[in-house]
């Protein structure tokens, strides 16, 4: 089975702070998404990357860059956690050949005061 | 950008029913996914079915079935014999390229 982990599920930060979320796949996918989610507005794609240090931004990049140095490992960073950015976050995988089936993780809740 | 709309934000089914969630989507693409996501509580989001939209026949994976109807761009799910299990979000994503697009959700609840 395909994992795709989270290396927390629950995070609290204060406003400024920088906060790394990251995200771990075991299948070697070259794809790795970031997604926010939030009540009312679904799933919206942050970034994503569909090879090691290669990234693209998705819908709403603004206050949040990210890292791919290893093919398993895509990393958000918010470089200033603000409080508008408090959401559910989730990372997903694909493969090249089968972009169409995504694997997600288990979703990180921040909460940044 | 493409939109998905899911409609209704709430439904509700007894067990062992029938019902079907909406999703129509916008896209001027021709070659393009379409999907249904099941996220249970506290829980991993993880894919209940896929059409692709160049086929005309529609997708089915045991209880679940979709009603494509690409002229209209309308994509709804129906569960079939509804289990406890069923209760969820579920969201429609269209995917065009390499980019999805996700509707609002759809939350399930099955009423014992």
């Known amino acids: 089975d395909v994992k795709v982990t989270q290396s927390s599920r629950y995070l609290v930060k204060r406003t400024g702070e920088k906060v790394f979320l990251e995200c771990v796949q075991d299948m070697d996918h070259e794809n790795m998404f970031w997604y926010r989610q939030d009540p009312g507005l679904g799933l919206r794609l942050i970034y994503f990357s569909y090879d090691v240090k290669m990234k693209e931004k998705g819908d709403i990049p603004e206050g949040y860059s990210v890292s791919r140095e290893k093919k398993e490992r895509f990393s958000l960073i918010l470089e200033s956690a603000s409080t508008n950015q408090t959401s559910m976050y989730l990372c997903?995988?694909?493969?090249?050949?089968?972009?169409?089936?995504?694997?997600f993780g288990p979703g990180t809740r921040l909460l940044v005061l | 950008a493409q939109t998905v709309t899911q409609s209704q934000p709430e439904m509700s089914v007894q067990e062992a029913e029938t019902v079907t969630l909406s999703c129509t989507y916008d896209t001027s693409e021709s070659d393009y996914y379409l999907f249904w996501y099941k996220q249970p509580p506290s829980r991993q989001m993880i894919l209940v079915i896929r059409?692709?939209?160049?086929?005309?026949q529609n997708a089915t994976e045991n209880r679940f079935s979709v009603n494509f109807q690409k002229a209209a761009k309308s994509f709804s799910l129906k569960i079939s014999d509804s289990q406890l299990g069923d209760a969820a979000m579920y969201f429609c994503?269209?995917?065009?390229?390499?980019?999805?697009?996700f509707g609002t959700g759809t939350s399930l609840t099955v009423i014992p």
């Open positions: 059409q692709e939209a160049y086929k005309q």
């Open positions: 997903a995988s694909s493969l090249w050949t089968s972009v169409e089936t995504q694997y």
């Open positions: 994503a269209s995917l065009t390229g390499n980019q999805f697009y």
